[in-house]
């Protein structure tokens, strides 16, 4: 596992592949820098985030996967700046086909929040929403296995 802190950033279009692409960026970044047992929950996650900017903005997103003093922080921005409920008091129902998504980033990361952007900052608005984990491989098996469960596959 590295010790060095490092980032990557993938920019994408607002389009149906992002998800997968993003999926397997985060993948292969964390294979080549040694945080295999991070790797399904990370990808879980940031699918699930990506997915959300894909069905909610209009416009392009980006994925930045930032590794510091031990912790995994991944960030996904999209144009929309509106924020979705972040409190965990909005958590899908068993026949909602919507939210499981950010019950999933509650429930898998260590920490997780998210932000509106100003469009004076960048000259467009939007909000990024982040997560980030740290800890044991058990954690990636516990969650994945929760978030089966939940889903009632």
């Given at each position: ?27 292969m970044i964390l294979a080549e820098h040694g945080l295999d047992e991070l ?81 004076e900052l960048f000259g467009i608005g939007g909000k990024l929403i982040w ?23």
């Amino acid at each position: 596992m590295s010790d060095d802190a490092w980032q990557y950033t993938l920019d994408m279009p607002h389009e149906l592949h992002a998800p997968r692409i993003a999926r397997r960026t985060v993948r292969m970044i964390l294979a080549e820098h040694g945080l295999d047992e991070l790797i399904d929950t990370a990808e879980l996650l940031t699918s699930e985030l990506v997915t959300n900017a894909v069905r909610y903005s209009d416009g392009p997103a980006s994925v930045r996967v930032l590794w510091s003093r031990g912790r995994l922080r991944i960030s996904v921005c999209d144009t929309n700046p509106k924020l979705p409920v972040l409190d965990g008091a909005q958590i899908a129902g068993d026949d909602d086909d919507r939210g499981r998504g950010l019950a999933l980033v509650q429930l898998c990361a260590d920490a997780w929040d998210g932000y509106a952007i100003g469009e004076e900052l960048f000259g467009i608005g939007g909000k990024l929403i982040w997560f980030e984990m740290v800890g044991p491989a058990s954690r990636s098996t516990v969650c994945l296995t929760a978030a089966a469960e939940r889903s009632g596959r």
